[in-house]
């Protein structure tokens, strides 16, 4: 069983920046490929980037790409995802997740079996 908490959500003025952690227990992170996702309002929970076990593959929604970065320190047991360049429209509870153990990494949310309770991220116009 893996237990993740995410931190470092807030407020922020458009074309900020904010770091968000997301640490886990009850297991190493190192046997988990790892995801971040994010729900709006009214809105389904949507996918914004993934990182291999390892950390040597990244992968992004078209949406956040050249903005934010998914990174991840095995030996902390935690994955950090940076927001940069924030819009209005970055506004949501952002999660992270992770599958099954040794699973590959994707981008479908139906695949991730692990959650964090999610962290607010507000960015204003």
């Known amino acids: 069983q893996v237990q993740l908490v995410e931190s470092g959500g807030g407020l922020v003025q458009a074309g900020g920046s904010l770091s968000l952690s997301c640490a886990a227990s009850g297991r190493t992170l190192s046997g988990y490929a790892m995801g971040w996702f994010r729900q709006a309002p009214g809105k389904e929970r949507d996918f914004v980037a993934h990182?291999?076990?390892?950390?040597?593959?990244?992968y992004y929604a078209d949406s956040v790409k050249g903005r934010f970065t998914i990174s991840r320190d095995n030996a902390k047991n935690t994955v950090y995802l940076q927001m940069n360049s924030l819009k209005p429209e970055d506004t949501a509870v952002y999660y992270c997740?992770?599958?099954?153990?040794?699973?590959?990494?994707?981008?479908?949310?139906?695949?991730?079996?692990?959650w964090g309770q999610g962290t607010q991220v507000t960015v204003s116009s």
């Open positions: 997740a992770a599958p099954k153990i040794l699973a590959i990494p994707t981008m479908d949310v139906r695949q991730y079996v692990y």
């Open positions: 990182i291999s076990l390892t950390g040597g593959s990244t």
